[in-house]
């Protein structure tokens, strides 16, 4: 099955900071979400990203798929954005396959 | 509140014992998705419902199994329970029968004692 592998799998920031994610994929992808689960556990969906660009506040991801990688940026960061990112892809159908995390934990 | 209700938040049980577990999708979606969560198995696929049929199925055991009622509500029955069970549990549901744009639930708690 396809391989999704997410760096770095940890990351330790000061407020404020900016940082990025990366996950690569081992296959072409018709589907490429990222999660954002917080220390509750609870998943919260942040893009749906299979290709280009999209931007939600601080937040933005861009995906090339030709290439097999998406990035995540986080800008200005604060102490509510600690937590696991997962990035989660489908190669086809509805069967996503998730990354194992970057766990973020950003300072005061 | 992401509109995906799943109960109960958390669960205790033993060995042995079976136990269902609840979903209700969002208003409007027809996919309703399970997922486990373990520490060393991560997040892993268990099986999709669209509209009341089975659509995917992953690495879900024998001895769990699960259906989607006519009003879309969902459940994952798992019996035989054993400690290596014990995870997080997520329902997610979707429009349509692809992935696009899930949405998870708060997630079942469950341990095995």
């Known amino acids: 099955g396809i391989q999704v592998e997410q760096s770095p799998p940890d990351l330790i920031l000061q407020e404020g900071a900016n940082s990025t994610l990366r996950c690569n994929f081992s296959d072409s992808v018709n589907n490429l979400q990222w999660f954002h689960q917080n220390p509750w556990g609870q998943l919260i969906n942040l893009f749906y990203i299979p290709s280009g660009t999209k931007q939600n506040g601080r937040l933005s991801a861009t995906t090339v798929a030709t290439e097999r990688y998406s990035l995540l940026y986080i800008s200005s960061s604060q102490t509510t954005d600690s937590g696991v990112y997962f990035c989660?892809?489908?190669?086809?159908?509805?069967?996503?396959?998730f990354g194992e995390g970057t766990q973020l934990t950003v300072n005061p | 509140d992401s509109g995906v209700t799943q109960t109960p938040k958390h669960l205790i049980t033993a060995t042995g014992q079976r136990v269902t577990l609840r979903c209700s999708p969002r208003?409007?979606?027809?996919?309703v998705y399970w997922y486990q969560q373990s520490l060393d198995q991560g997040l892993q696929f268990l099986i999709q419902?669209?509209?009341?049929?089975?659509?995917a199925k992953g690495n879900i055991l024998e001895r769990f199994s699960a259906q989607q009622f006519p009003d879309l509500h969902s459940e994952l029955n798992l019996s035989s329970l054993e400690l290596g069970d014990s995870a997080l549990y997520f329902c997610?549901?979707?429009?349509?029968?692809?992935?696009?744009?899930?949405?998870f639930g708060s997630g079942t708690r469950l341990t095995v004692v």
């Open positions: 997610a549901s979707s429009v349509g029968g692809q992935a696009y744009g899930y949405t």
């Open positions: 419902y669209y509209n009341g049929e089975e659509r």
């Open positions: 989660a892809v489908a190669t086809s159908g509805s069967r996503l396959t």
């Open positions: 208003s409007g979606d027809l996919s």
